[in-house]
């Protein structure tokens, strides 16, 4: 079982739709969870950290975590074009280190 | 303010050689990390260096290694290159105090491929 699962996609959405992403991890000493959004080429940049159980907001970006279920998700309301793009989740157990999914691809459809 | 610059860009090696990258902190963090992603693979931690000194290693074997310097700059050292080490190498910094991937900022990469 890998650490932190993500579906690869791709996910198609059409322009305007929420887009849902989801990520399952195995440490149940998880602490922190991450999702980054990595452009063809580009290096990963950081949209939204989640610790405690719930939704967090921010902007068009939602994140959701369940520890109970060891699942984090990111909505992303009112997709664009220029949403299309790689997102990583990556998971932190209070180490040094931060353990990324292998990503899902998302294409948002004009 | 200069972000986490990283080089080179792009580097072609052949089986068995040795690299360097290079990568420079951004202003105010003192703390570098190293990351490897393969092809459609998400990064994978190599290894962390605070004050010098190597903090925290991933499941990397020997022939990865590196070096922080004074001025937090930090170098990514891989000998006996196989052609699986083809992938894009990322460095990330941050700065110690600060908890966890709130102060993690990524490099543009080093693109290595190894022919």
């Known amino acids: 079982q890998k650490e932190v699962e993500q579906n690869s996609g791709p996910l198609s959405v059409p322009e305007g739709a929420i887009a849902s992403l989801n990520c399952t991890y195995s440490?149940?000493?998880?602490?922190?969870f991450f999702w980054y959004r990595q452009y063809s080429g580009k290096s990963p940049e950081l949209i939204m950290f989640?610790?405690?159980?719930g939704d967090k907001e921010d902007g068009r970006f939602t994140a959701q975590l369940n520890k109970a279920s060891q699942y984090v998700s990111l909505l992303i309301r009112d997709s664009q074009p220029s949403d299309s793009a790689t997102y990583l989740c990556a998971v932190n157990s209070g180490t040094y280190k931060y353990i990324f999914g292998t990503g899902t691809r998302l294409k948002v459809l004009a | 303010d200069a972000g986490v610059t990283q080089s080179p860009t792009h580097l072609i090696k052949t089986r068995g050689q040795q690299v360097t990258l290079r990568c420079s902190p951004k202003s105010g963090h003192d703390t570098v990390s190293w990351y490897q992603q393969a092809l459609g693979q998400g990064p994978q931690f190599i290894f962390q260096?605070?004050?010098?000194?190597?903090?925290q290693r991933g499941n990397f074997p020997d022939r990865f290694s590196g070096h922080q310097f004074p001025n937090y700059s930090s170098e990514l050292n891989v000998n006996a290159l196989l052609l699986g080490d083809s992938a894009l190498y990322l460095c990330?910094?941050?700065?110690?105090?600060?908890?966890?991937?709130?102060?993690?900022?990524f490099g543009n990469g080093t693109r290595l491929t190894v022919t």
């Open positions: 440490d149940r000493g998880s602490q922190s």
């Open positions: 989640i610790y405690s159980n």
């Open positions: 990330a910094s941050s700065l110690a105090s600060k908890a966890t991937a709130l102060s993690l900022h």
């Open positions: 260096y605070y004050e010098e000194e190597e903090r």
